[in-house]
Each structure stands twice: as C-alpha cells, then as structure tokens.
C-alpha cells in the first residue's frame, strides 16, 4: 500500500472517529454528573448490586486502585500548594545520538521465527535498504549534573526503550531538570504537557510577542546545559474520574516532528495530592506501565543521511532512492517504544496486581491506533476496554488488574499495523 493511499484511508477512519467521539461525549458526561467519579451501583446476573468490578456485599479487598479515585482536583487551589508546598524533583536528563535496533532479538519474537519476505522489507539490512537498527537521538538520565555517568535502568523500567525516563511528581510539588544537548550538531529541548512553566522552560520558541531580553525558550545548542523548572498545580493533577495518577508527556520542540521521530519522547506521571509515596508514585499501585504507539518515520528523522551513509552503500545524493515509495516504506518502523514484532522486553506484572498502564500516542494522520490486550480487560474512565482508541499526543491511564495468568498479545488493532509488527507480549505471573 502507497503512502499516499495509506495517508488517505487514514485521514477518513479519523474523521468518522472524531465525529464518532463527539456524539459520544454527552454519554459521557452524563454518566460523569451521575457518578461523580464513584461507579453507580448495578445488578449483577445473581440479582446482587454490582459495585465496579465486584459485588456490592463482597469484601473491599480486591485491590481497589479503582476505588481511589481523585477528589482533591476539584477541591484545591493554586493557594492550597501555597500553603503545603510539595518537593522538589530533581533529573538529570541528556540528549545522547544513539545506535537503536528495533528488533534486537533478529527475529519476530511472537511467532519464535526467523522473519519472512513481507517483514523483511522493514528490519532486513541490505545495500539500500537501513534495515532496523537506525541512529536515533534519546532522552537519558543521569546521576548528577556532571553528566558522567548514566544512571542504570532497572528492570522494572526496562520496557521504555526509546522513551525518556519517567518524571514522578505529586501535585504540588516542582519538577527541576537540568538538561544537556550532547548532539553533536542539533539543537533540541524539552518541552513538559500538562503543567505550569514560565516561558524559559517552555522549550519551544515561536512569535509569542517576547523577545530574547524576557526569555531564553529552553531551546539548547549542541554541548549546552539549560535548567527547566515546571510546577504540578491541581490542574496539572488527576481530574474526578481518574485514578490516582495520570500520565503527561515531554518531548523536544524545536523542529517538533523531526525530533519526535528521532526519538526525544519520555513519560511523565503526576500522582494526586497525598496519593504518593516520598519518590512521588502513587502508593498502592503495584506495577506501572507506559506504552508508546507510534509509526516512527526515519524519513522523516534528523538522521536520514546519517543512517543512509552508516548503514548503506547509498547516500541522500541518490535523489531518487530517497524520493521512490518502497524506500520510504522501509523506513517506517511500526514500533510499542521502539520495538516491533514482539521484541519489546520487560512487560510483565503478576495476577491480581494493581497496574496503572499509561498509553501515549504520537506522530501524524497514519496514527491512529487502537491498543488491544488479549486475555484481561482494564477500566478507563469507568468503563471496560480491552480495547484503546488513541491519536497523535493522546494521553490516557487505564487500570489494569489482570486475572489471567500467562503470556499475552498486547497490539495495535489496525490490520495495516499488525503486518507492520506493531505489537508486542505481556506475561501475567
């Protein structure tokens, strides 16, 4: 299938989407009046009330993350952080130019084999083709402000991959990072969703009637060091019908599509005011899970010619490989957090655990994806999914307390993405 045609099938799914969505919202906020954010009573089949996911005379002791839901947003004020200021979260974050395979394992995981012809045309590697290994710039943490040395990845944040590491922070409190461009030619930035910022830690720069004598924009040249302060206000903290914590995101802003499909996208999770523990996670939350489904166009990349002259025998002079559809194609890497066909490592969580999984969606008009668990169901919004539907910058929280032991399918439902190996295995314990 042509981009082009792609582009335009696309294009229609999302405007009957968007209308779709538009008449559903009156539902919504009718049920939104009604609950409250508390889930109203039903009758289960036995003729018992049914209160969320168990019967009203059960015990409270399934592991009711659902039942902590936010009131405080409704009831802060600016002037309430005044009075009980949070903490201060410190990080230490860099942009680091980096060599990212897509599929590390060199095979597609979830059929345990090597992979076939139609695969092939985005991993395999070949005198004009970049394969899955692309130079890519990312967000890394760091111990301190020297930026010497990198702080490890534990385990349990092993399934990030491209993302940044993930900001924890309760409302009230001030997220400060210090932030290094070691790109060796780019400028990059970091720019937060969702909370407060004055406009030198923005990280973005457009006519916004200030000049360079009132701000600095937070956009950072090649070797340079830049300080960002954002403050987490009520409003930047869960609304009456989420959970406990909710997810933002950052990501660099100044050519913002080219800096996204390089890879400068990391989480950021804001918990309610007296809902985090002292790293700023919500307490009773077992696992936490953050999942990014973009089509990630290395044409599109900073780095196109980089990858062209690393990994090829061609260059971006040959104007017409890169100007020829099937070229194009190849560099579209269908990726959960920069993997594909499965090789996505660390999602995994034990039965009966209080997940919060945040999804965020990037890119553009081909980016509408719909992420599917197989085996469990979650609750978002009070309703139950095993389905998501999810746009470019889209920012939702589900949450997931899974029943069914095992290895699961977690994709992407759209066939085209499917085939493109959008997708990727959970393991309940």
Same mark, same amino acid.
């Given at each position: ?205 457009? +006519? ?9 924009? =937070?956009?950072?040249?090649?070797? $340079?060091? /830049? !300080?960002?302060? @954002? ?118 969580? +034990? ?9 965020? =969606?990037?890119?553009?008009?081909? $980016?509408? /994806? !719909?992420?599917? @668990? ?56």
């Amino acid at each position: 299938m042509t981009n082009n045609l792609r582009k335009a099938i696309l294009t229609t799914t999302i405007l009957l989407l968007s209308t779709s969505l538009v008449l559903g919202m009156s539902t919504q906020e009718s049920f939104a009046v009604k609950s409250s954010g508390t889930y109203l009573s039903q009758t289960g089949s036995s003729g018992s009330p049914v209160c969320g996911d168990r019967l009203c005379s059960e015990a409270t002791g399934y592991k009711d993350s659902i039942s902590q839901k936010s009131s405080a947003p409704d009831t802060m004020s600016k002037a309430a952080c005044q009075a009980n200021e949070g903490q201060t979260r410190m990080y230490y974050i860099a942009a680091d130019e980096i060599e990212w395979d897509y599929a590390p394992t060199g095979k597609n995981v979830l059929k345990g084999q090597e992979f076939n012809d139609d695969e092939n045309v985005f991993v395999q590697n070949s005198e004009d083709r970049i394969g899955s290994t692309y130079i890519k710039a990312l967000y890394q943490e760091y111990t301190d402000s020297t930026f010497s040395e990198m702080k490890i990845r534990s385990a349990e944040w092993e399934h990030l991959g491209t993302l940044g590491p993930a900001i924890h922070a309760e409302v009230c409190d001030t997220i400060k990072i210090v932030f290094k461009n070691n790109s060796a030619e780019n400028e990059f930035s970091m720019h937060p969703h969702g909370v407060f910022y004055d406009k030198e830690s923005e990280g973005a720069e457009y +006519n916004d009637g200030t000049d360079s004598s009132q701000k600095d924009d =937070g956009i950072v040249a090649p070797g $340079d060091i /830049h !300080t960002y302060i @954002w403050k987490v206000p009520p409003r930047a903290g869960p609304g009456p019908n989420d959970p406990s914590s909710i997810t933002w995101m950052y990501h660099s802003h100044v050519d913002s599509p080219a800096d996204t499909n390089a890879g400068l996208v990391g989480p950021m999770i804001v918990t309610a005011k007296g809902m985090a523990d002292a790293d700023g996670r919500p307490i009773g939350v077992d696992r936490e899970i953050i999942t990014l489904f973009t089509v990630s166009d290395e044409n599109a990349s900073l780095y196109l010619c980089d990858n062209l002259d690393r990994f090829t025998q061609e260059s971006c002079d040959n104007e017409e490989l890169v100007g020829d559809d099937d070229f194009a194609e190849s560099n579209l890497m269908h990726g959960i957090n920069g993997y594909v066909y499965g090789n996505q490592p660390g999602l995994d969580m +034990n039965k009966d655990d209080n997940v919060h999984w945040y999804i965020i =969606g990037m890119g553009t008009e081909v $980016d509408l /994806h !719909t992420p599917h @668990w197989h085996g469990n169901t979650a609750l978002w919004n009070g309703n139950r999914v095993d389905v998501m539907e999810i746009m470019p910058a889209s920012l939702k929280v589900v949450e997931f307390v899974p029943d069914n032991v095992g290895t699961w399918l977690f994709h992407c439902h759209v066939n085209d993405h499917i085939a493109a190996g959008m997708s990727s295995l959970f393991t309940v314990k």
